[in-house]
């Protein structure tokens, strides 16, 4: 009788085939090599972590064998491995030995040795960082590792109510991680992002022109003096600083960008003691965003300047002058508004403070107070709104155009679209579960290589096609150049592993692989396609 089984296999060939081509697993085996008493090498189980962190299941990264028993694991780990050998033993030493080594620095290993093997675009680099939420206590820190502190920091989630780490983060302009370190829960950005500069400096072989992108969490007097001269940067500037107030509101006319979108006006500052060029930017659909919040807060604005005018008009001044430095004060407080009324009234009271009529001859206490109407200074609500949408950039790098330095500065979304992807529920890369901070740090590091596989295997498609002028249909079935890999992934859904048992022999093959698919591993190269043949 012929016995025919399946299992789902999709794209999970895509991600062991760049696995291999970047000889993943001859790196991880030669810094934590494979202990007499396991059954697979350390580099076996990391591989398997990354097919489960992109496996679009439906389960945690945290690894358990069910997952495999599901998977065509001899296909995609090797003769003989099986789902008991993935177990939570396993994982947990595997974790503790990347721990051991130093989480970033086995990063920047693979990092390193991988490109031998793919060209990186090392010009511009952007820095950053971002922080996962954590539910359990983490009352006691790992008494035997000097680690990270799970604790509460500044939520981007806004889950103020849990716990937390900080996972910091350098791409190159593609979008490809090179650098990764955890932090504890409350970590601060002013001073985390430089020394991620430094270290990435130091980790990787540099150029001296490499431009280090940062948002304004960066930018400060003491942070820009110890990057000194010969780190070149570009960062926007907090709208905090009073030079950079000044700035912002000045009535300049504005200079056309080559992007229509734009306009710009640039000066020369000094800020920090390094010379450096501010550029003035004004963008029309950030203007257009803020118009509408600024339209409807005209009302809400001048209900709480009522308020406060109110207040102003109860207080008791002992003479002329005081009551007219404080109105002159509240106006200059709220520029958005007039007087339309303001006069100082001189009144009378019982100086002991009684009420009702005072007696004759006694004495009584003078004082003034203010009493003003005010209204909406059209005018400047005007001047006001045609500021919307502006914001400072600043380098020190000499020679750029300010259509460079927002070029180049706009691609900071980068690395904010691997963050995005870190946290997307349809990965489940940052579902984590554990209980060790040491193994939160090693897992925290495969959470970023889960995004350097799926982002070298995105350049590797791409460049392939652009090379060969193909395409690969969209979600509207047109043909395009630049897909993205989950897309690509999803193309792969319905391909299996089809297991024919007649007799006591048996043959696997590989079942649902269309033209279309064949083209696309034909990009990918001859380690992703012996997956599939």
């Known amino acids: 009788m012929r ?25 991880i085996d030669s810094v934590i090599p494979k202990n007499r008493d396991h059954n697979i090498p350390h580099s076996t189980v990391i591989k398997a972590m990354c097919l489960n962190g ?16 599901e998977l065509p694991i001899e296909r995609l780990l090797g003769d003989g491995v099986l789902p008991k050998h993935l177990n939570d033993d396993v994982l947990g030493r595997t974790l503790d030995k990347i721990y051991e080594y130093g989480c970033t620095e ?4 693979i990092v390193s040795e991988s490109m031998n093997h793919v060209s990186f675009g090392a010009h511009v680099l952007h820095t950053d960082t971002t922080n996962f939420s954590l539910h359990g206590a983490y009352d006691n820190p ?22 937390r780490f900080v996972l910091s983060m350098v791409c190159d302009q593609k979008g490809i991680p090179l650098f990764v370190k955890t932090l504890s829960g409350n970590a601060s950005d002013k001073k985390t992002l430089v020394k991620t500069v430094k270290n990435i400096q130091k980790s990787l072989k540099l150029s001296d022109e490499v431009y280090h992108i940062a948002d304004s969490a960066i930018y400060s007097e003491d942070n820009i003096t110890e990057l000194g001269e010969r780190t070149l940067w570009i960062t926007r500037v907090p709208a905090t600083i009073t030079e950079a107030k000044d700035l912002l509101d000045t009535d300049i006319e504005l200079e056309s960008c080559a992007d229509a979108r734009y306009s710009y006006h640039e000066v020369k500052s000094s800020y920090g003691g ?69 006069s100082i009234e001189t009144k009378s009271r ?20 203010v009493k003003a109407d005010i209204v909406v200074d059209e005018q400047e609500i005007a001047r006001k709104r045609e500021k919307l949408g502006r914001f400072i950039l600043a380098t020190n790098v000499k020679d750029l155009t300010a259509d460079e330095i927002l070029s180049y500065y706009k ?39 889960c995004l350097f596989i799926y982002s070298i295997a995105q350049q590797t ?62 990009l990918m190269g001859s380690e992703c396609e012996k997956y599939y043949a």
Request: with cysteine.
């Open 3 to 27: 016995e025919i089984t399946t299992t789902s296999f999709a794209h999970l060939g895509l991600v062991a085939g760049i696995f291999d081509k970047l000889d993943i697993a001859d790196i």
């Open 54 to 69: 992109l496996g679009f299941n439906e389960s945690r990264l945290y690894l358990y064998s069910k997952y495999f028993e």
């Open 106 to 109: 086995f990063f920047n290993r």
């Open 142 to 163: 790992d008494p035997d590792h000097n680690t990270i502190k799970i604790t509460y920091g500044h939520p981007k989630d806004n889950r103020w109510d849990l716990k």
């Open 274 to 342: 390094i010379a450096q060029t501010w550029v003035l930017i004004q963008s029309e659909e950030m203007k257009k965003r803020k118009e509408k919040t600024y339209d409807k807060n005209i009302e809400k604005n001048l209900n709480a300047a009522q308020k406060s005018i109110n207040k102003l008009k109860k207080m008791k001044y002992a003479c002329y002058e005081d009551a007219k430095r404080a109105a002159d004060a509240w106006l200059s407080k709220h520029q958005s508004y007039q007087f339309e009324k303001l």
């Open 350 to 369: 019982r100086m002991n403070g009684k009420r009702g009529r005072p007696k004759k001859g006694e004495e009584l206490e003078t004082y003034y107070s």
């Open 411 to 449: 691609s900071q979304s980068t690395v904010e679209r691997g963050f995005r992807f870190l946290k997307d529920k349809s990965f489940h890369v940052s579902e984590v579960y554990l209980k060790k901070e040491s193994r939160i740090e090693a897992l925290a590091m495969i959470m970023v290589l």
């Open 461 to 522: 498609l791409r460049q392939g096609l652009k090379e060969t002028g193909k395409s690969v249909r969209n979600q509207v079935n047109k043909p395009v150049q630049n897909p993205t890999m989950r897309w690509v992934f999803f193309l792969f859904r319905g391909i299996t592993e089809a297991t024919i048992q007649l007799g006591e022999t048996s043959e696997r093959s590989v079942a649902n692989m269309t033209e279309e698919l064949w083209n696309i591993l034909s």
